[in-house]
Structures are given as structure tokens and as C-alpha cells.
């Protein structure tokens, strides 16, 4: 695994025991947290199965992190499911993620509302096949009214293309006259991305070892505390996500100050 020393930005030592207890709910400090969900496909090949097998065991991690993320009191959950660059893999390796995603929806749903979860998609998920856009739609619909925590789901998303497609937007209205240049500040862009109603990110979780964003969240993971694990996605559970918000609440977060 990766070192527990702080200035690595991996894992830390759980506090007074909370490896076996979890964290309580209402973990200060901690509102928002997002994961790249990276390693079924190491996962399965480790196990001499296919890939699509991995990502069914990626779901059922899925499961299991939602559950425990709504026991700990965060408000919002989101994870990096299908970003705009996964359509370079292989037609039919798409074909079995969407395949996934709309079973999970379908399956998890009755859950979901019943525990209060509100369904949230950021990216261009409307570039998905209409039935599944309409399923994904109905969805968040029924889900839009409940008071509980937020799970967002990251579907045809890449941070580039978000901040572009901001930046646009601004753009057209000053072009119409609608606003001057020196009025553009952080928040109007904030406004303008798909995360704009979602509590500021906190955490940034990223398994199976790898040390990067991948596009994910760049202009709101700008002072969010990053977390890597070697864990592979389908391992992961409550228990790694307790550890994860351990390593949080050692980190000494100055925002730029003193």
C-alpha cells in the first residue's frame, strides 16, 4: 500500500480505533466527497476473468460505498462512473457499462428513494442513448424531492470540457452586452458548472493506486485534500471509506492561509 505519511497524499492511520468503528456520522469537516473509481479491470485479471466481471463487482462496491456514505451523514457522494474519454475503449466493453448503469438504476432506485437519496448526473449525459437518458431522467425526477444526501454520478464527464462549456456561456452574455468583462469572478463560473449545486468538494478518493485526477473535478478539487489507496475499486467498502475520512481529519487545511 501506499505510505501513511501525510506530505504523500495516501493513506493515513485511522484515529483512536476508527479502523474497526468507522467514523461517526457527521464527520467534521467533511461534506462532499468524490471518487475515481479505477481498477475492476485489474481486479478481474488478477482472477482470470473478464473484464465486464470487474466492473460487476465495481457495482457492487458502488453499493456498498453509497450505503456507507449515507450512514457516515454526507451530504454528497459523487463518483467518477464514465468519463468523455471512455468511449476510446472497445464497443462492446461501453455496451456492458452502460448495460450496468441502467440495471443499477433500475435495481437501486426503490432503495434510493426510499432512504431519501437524491440522484444527481454532472456531464453530458444527455449524448447516451434517448431510453437511457429518458431512464436517467425519470430518475433524478422522482429523487428531486427528497431531503437526504446527493449521490452524483459523473456519466459522459471530462473537467476540460465542463470549464470550456462555462466559459461559453459567459461568453454569449457578455457578447449580448449582458455583463462586463471585470465582472467575471470565481463565482459566476461556479454558476456555471455542473457541480453548481453540490456542497464544495472536500475529498478526492482515488483507487488502485494511481496518482492522478483524470480530468475529474480540476477546477473544484483546487483545494480539496487527495487520498490514494493501491486498493482496487471492487474491494472497496465502508470500512476503506472510514479510513479514507481518518486521513482527512489529520490534514491541516489553511486554504492558502496561515
Known sequence: MASQAKPDLSEGAPMDGARNRGVPPGTPGVRHVAIIMDGNGRWAKKRLLPRIAGHRAGVEAVRRVARAAREMGLECLTLYAFSSENWKRPASEVSDLMGLLRHFIQSDLDEFHANGVRLRIIGDYRALDPSLVDLIE?????????????????????????????????????????????????????????????????????????????????????????????????????????????????????????
Open 138 to 258: 425519470g430518475a433524478m425526477a422522482r429523487t428531486a424531492g427528497n431531503s437526504g444526501p446527493i449521490i452524483a454520478i459523473a456519466l459522459n464527464y471530462g473537467a476540460q470540457d465542463e470549464m470550456v462549456r462555462a466559459v461559453r456561456a459567459i461568453a454569449e452574455r457578455a457578447a449580448q452586452g449582458m455583463l462586463a468583462t471585470q465582472d467575471i469572478g470565481v463565482e459566476m463560473i461556479d454558476a456555471e458548472l455542473y457541480t453548481a449545486d453540490l456542497p464544495p468538494l472536500d475529498l478526492m478518493i482515488r483507487t488502485s493506486g494511481e496518482q492522478r485526477l483524470s480530468n475529474f473535478l480540476l477546477w473544484q478539487a483546487a483545494y480539496a485534500e487527495l487520498y490514494f489507496t493501491d486498493m482496487l475499486w471492487p474491494d472497496f467498502d465502508g470500512q476503506a471509506l472510514a479510513q479514507a475520512l481518518d486521513a482527512f481529519r489529520l490534514r491541516d487545511r489553511r486554504f492558502g492561509g496561515l
